[in-house]
């Protein structure tokens, strides 16, 4: 079992940048697959980002792909997502997820969440 606390929401202007980091506890975090989802008001817990265990794989929503990006240090447990050039759509909480075997898109494939951190993006 793995226990996830997420970090690094604000507030940010448009444009701007901000760098989300997960934390594993627990279980070592290289069994899992990494995976960043968001939920703005009103809507659906979406996709956003995942990272197969070593870090080689990578694949993101339509809606960040170029402005965002995915990463993981094992030795320290934690995975990240640095997210450049953001819109006010981007404004939601993000949670990270961990499940085991392969990275997925499928948020019902996700075994462990996180308690989510909230980013805000005035325009």
């Known amino acids: 079992q793995v226990h996830l606390v997420e970090s690094g929401g604000g507030l940010v202007q448009a444009g701007g940048s901000l760098r989300l980091s997960c934390t594993a506890s627990?279980?070592?975090?290289?069994?899992?697959?990494m995976g960043w989802f968001r939920q703005a008001p009103g809507k659906a817990r979406e996709f956003v980002a995942t990272?197969?265990?070593?870090?080689?794989?990578?694949y993101y929503a339509d809606s960040v792909k170029g402005r965002f990006t995915i990463s993981r240090d094992n030795a320290k447990n934690v995975v990240y997502l640095q997210m450049n050039v953001l819109k006010f759509e981007d404004t939601a909480v993000y949670y990270c997820?961990?499940?085991?075997?392969?990275?997925?898109?499928?948020?019902?494939?996700?075994?462990?969440w996180g308690q989510g951190t909230q980013v805000t993006v005035s325009s």
């Open positions: 990272i197969n265990w070593g870090g080689r794989s990578t």
């Open positions: 627990g279980r070592a975090m290289i069994y899992y697959a």
């Open positions: 997820a961990a499940k085991p075997s392969s990275s997925s898109i499928h948020i019902d494939e996700y075994n462990y």
